[in-house]
């Protein structure tokens, strides 16, 4: 079976004028189920046996990793813990002095994931491609002025505008409001300035 891929086109961030471009595989679904059936079709395992090492990996992955570990599956890759302080809360100042948090703010955030060499090589060795797409961005029909007098003016008759009210205001996907929102905020010229942090982050008129 044949993977296929897109040609994305991204903002050209570096100023040179032209269009840039990066290629992702157009990705379909395979369910826990599907994966446990094709690996028993080799013959060697029953799927109840299949489901129960996996079952069995999945546990004890969880508990080294909360144990402080970094696990190493030969062929899969490694695994740990990330940490993060939670988003109610602001984050450390390192100099001495400072306040500092508990254990109990800190919390496990996601897990860090990194591949091995050989199953990267391994798939790049059994993929074949053929082209799936191209994906172009999503103009803005407004100018960043317009923009920015959108965003005045709904903050006359409101308190307060999130990322989702910007993206309603000017048709920007959430991506690219969220990083000119940041933007706007650190630039005392626009009027806007920012509150909380993370996803607790709003924007408001400067006073």
């Known amino acids: 079976m044949y ?3 897109i040609k994305q086109e991204v903002p050209d961030l570096n100023g040179t004028g032209r269009t840039q471009a990066y290629y992702k595989m157009k990705l379909s679904p395979m369910s826990f189920q599907q994966f446990v059936s094709l690996c028993s079709r080799e013959g060697r395992m029953e ?5 129960g090492v996996l079952s069995l990996v999945s546990e004890k992955l969880s508990l080294s990793m909360s144990e402080g570990y970094s696990v190493k599956l030969d062929g899969i890759g490694t695994f740990h813990a990330k940490l993060g302080v939670r ?17 109990k703010s800190i919390h ?3 897990v860090s994931y990194r ?9 790049s060795r059994r993929c074949v491609l053929e082209r799936g797409g ?5 103009k803005p029909k407004l100018t960043l002025e317009q923009r920015i007098q959108k965003a005045h003016e ?24 969220t ?19 993370r996803s607790q982050k709003y924007y408001m008129l400067r006073k």
Do not use: W
């Open 3 to 5: 993977a296929k891929y």
């Open 47 to 51: 799927e109840s046996q299949i489901l």
């Open 87 to 103: 988003d109610d809360l602001l984050q450390d100042a390192f100099e001495e002095g400072e306040a500092t948090h508990n254990a």
């Open 108 to 110: 496990v955030t996601g």
């Open 115 to 123: 591949p091995d060499p050989d199953l990267i090589r391994t798939t």
């Open 134 to 138: 191209i994906s172009r961005l999503r």
């Open 154 to 177: 709904y903050l006359e008759d409101h308190p307060f505008m999130r990322v989702p009210d910007y993206v309603k205001l000017t048709g920007l996907s959430r991506t690219t409001a």
């Open 179 to 197: 990083t000119e929102l940041r933007k706007l905020a650190l630039n005392p010229s626009s009027g806007i300035m920012s509150q909380g942090s």
